[in-house]
């Protein structure tokens, strides 16, 4: 089954509090429920994955400013029927940062951390000019430690933007509760990942 993968991190996953083990469950509950989880043709929801990219020093993160969104968020993006989530926060990773995909490499492959957020409806202008409608659904995001040999980007056309930023400043640049979770769990693990 090709979710299995999937849950077997799921099952491994150390919930940091309440919300983490509530929200563990709450999607290894969807992936279990829907074989097509990680098609974004899937109106309920889908799987999509993420990275919290670190600089080489370990001290900056690398953040998009959504254009979607408008916020200031983590690389990722759709799995689209790729059912290794690991693979497409590395995928992800170099689309929208230019960076050299064989050069970004995991700090580890187990899961850094998991979020489920709604994605508000919205319409899309199709190429031949008609409209498409997306009714609100929600993203059942899978997040990975990764580290970049570089600081250099580019800038890819989903973003406004892209910026190294100091973990222990990140609230200058955003508020997004998610992100400030990432940043205490970053905080909290750092010391266990040793420079080499």
């Known amino acids: 089954m090709h979710r299995n993968d999937l849950i077997k991190k799921l099952s491994a996953y150390t919930p940091l509090d309440d919300r983490d083990i509530a929200c563990r469950e709450q999607f290894m509950a969807f992936v279990r429920e829907y074989p097509d989880c990680f098609e974004r043709t899937l109106l309920v929801g889908h799987v ?65 951390d998991l979020d489920i957020h709604p994605i508000p409806a919205r319409t899309h202008t199709n190429e031949d000019g008609s409209y498409s409608y997306e009714p609100e659904h929600f993203h059942y995001d899978v997040r990975f430690l990764l580290q970049a040999p570089t600081t250099e980007f580019i800038i890819s056309e989903e973003s406004l933007n892209l910026s190294w930023i100091d973990v222990d400043k990140l609230h200058t640049l955003t508020d997004d509760d998610s992100v400030m979770r990432m940043k205490e769990k970053w905080l909290n693990l750092r010391h266990t990942f040793l420079q080499v």
């Open 48 to 112: 999509t994955a993420s990275a919290w990219i670190l600089d080489p020093t370990r001290t900056k993160v690398l953040l998009t400013h959504h254009k979607k969104l408008g916020k200031w968020l983590q690389l990722g993006g759709h799995t689209d029927g790729d059912a290794n989530v690991l693979h497409v926060a590395l995928r992800e990773a170099h689309e929208e940062s230019g960076i050299d995909a064989e050069a970004i490499r995991p700090l580890s492959d187990a899961i850094f």
